[in-house]
């Protein structure tokens, strides 16, 4: 008995050692044992698979994407589980070849809509409260190409813009900032309004800072959560760049609504931003006219 | 030459129902992992070292056909047998159906449970919630086909006269009590 016990304690550490060893085993041997293992048993399983699965359905007609229509090729008879799974697995392969088109399409709109406007990359160097707003400095300026009122960005999202520029160096305020103001857009509803900072910075650091947006209208649509671009009036920054979401909207007075919106970036994890050269293309106003202009080309 | 029929015929009906006949006859929600509940009944019912073998082999066998990494189910199957060995050895080799039952469910979360641990250890991807939710989904299945498994089990290894002594000993008592209640009379 005590022989017993003790090849048993022998035993186990062994077979858990054997098993650790498995770990060694490399993927492909692995697949191959599978295989072999699922080929020795094909008779069996088959055997099981007549003995439970549903009588194998005809070969369907499948309308590709393409408008072909692709016939499945019957297989020999006498094999109706073969025919079966060959019929699950091409119907399958249909579908995701399909939803592998589909994303493919859809992956290649949002490179496309990741595409950033010219910008240099800057680092943040320095981080400061100034009047009870935290204002960044980053280590580019004029000779950088850096102008006065510049868009800065941060992974794609709008953090803020510049408010002074050096030689060397530039401050960016946040779009909490109260001095902020950018022209916005819902990116469901399409409602267009002007983001704005807070009025009121926080009492104290924990609060969150958030900014809110005024809308003009009648009614509004917008759900808590969605998100709001930026729609490129103000010249600074192009359209469709993410500002943030919306968490609730009120109503001020009869046609003005006031949404307060989270940023999309939180200042406290920045550390390389990108600021925008982006300039507007001119657009040809055509010059104002007076009643005279107006009389005389009648 | 028993044992290793006895291993077989496990090998091979762990792999028939867990790829052909459960996926085909039963839930998802009701699918057990048998090849642990065989190995902890041959744990149970026979000696120690057929038992831990047959552990290892039914782990190789879950490894095959669902694991993430080759081994580690055959790891976390013997980590649990013998954590349920440790904690309850003289309980679960009497030879009872209800302490097989007991130790199948107990061994099927252990087992479960140590996979995913140490899944997420090794760097896999283990969804929580996913995770949690199939671990409880094998619990219920193994409550409820615990008990069958176990007395299957009991039955062909008793046949194959590889239980151990007392287990045997006992399981022929019950034979010859049950003959004697109907009327017959049993040798052995």
Known sequence: MARNVARSHLLFPALVLAALMLFLVPEAQVNNLRARTLSALTPLLNFCGSATRHPAPEPALITASNKTVVEIPKTPAGTPALASAVDVLTAELVQKQNELAKMRSESGARDAALKLPPNIAADVIARQILWQEPVLAINRGEADGVHMHAGVLFRGAVLGRVISVGPHAACVALLTHRGMSITARLSECRVEGLLQGHAIAPKDESEERLCRMSVIGKELNAKPGENIVTSGYDGMFPPGLWLGAVIDSKKKSDVQWEISVRPACNENVIETVQVLLYSPPEVPWPAKSTKADVRSTK | ?188
């Open chain 2, 1 to 188: 030459m028993r044992y290793a029929f006895c291993l077989i015929t496990f090998f091979v009906a762990a792999m028939l129902l867990q790829t052909s006949l459960f996926p085909a006859l039963i839930p998802p929600m009701l699918q057990p992992d048998i090849g642990l509940l065989m190995g902890l009944c041959a744990l149970a019912f026979g000696v120690r070292e057929f038992g831990l073998i047959a552990i290892f082999t039914m782990g190789i066998q879950a490894d095959l056909f669902g694991s993430a990494r080759f081994g580690l189910l055959t790891l976390c199957y013997l980590l649990a047998a013998g954590i349920i060995l440790w904690a309850a050895w003289r309980e679960l080799t009497r030879g009872d159906l209800l302490a097989a039952w007991i130790g199948g469910v107990a061994a099927t979360a252990l087992a479960h449970g140590l996979y995913i641990g140490i899944g997420r250890v090794c760097g896999y991807d283990v969804h929580w919630g996913q995770a949690f939710a199939k671990v409880l989904a094998w619990i219920l299945a193994s409550v409820v086909w615990g008990l069958p498994v176990a007395w299957l089990c009991g039955k062909w290894m008793y046949g194959l006269n590889l239980m151990s002594t007392p287990v045997r000993e006992r399981w022929a008592a019950e034979a010859r009590l049950a003959a004697a209640r109907r009327g017959k009379v049993m040798r052995g």
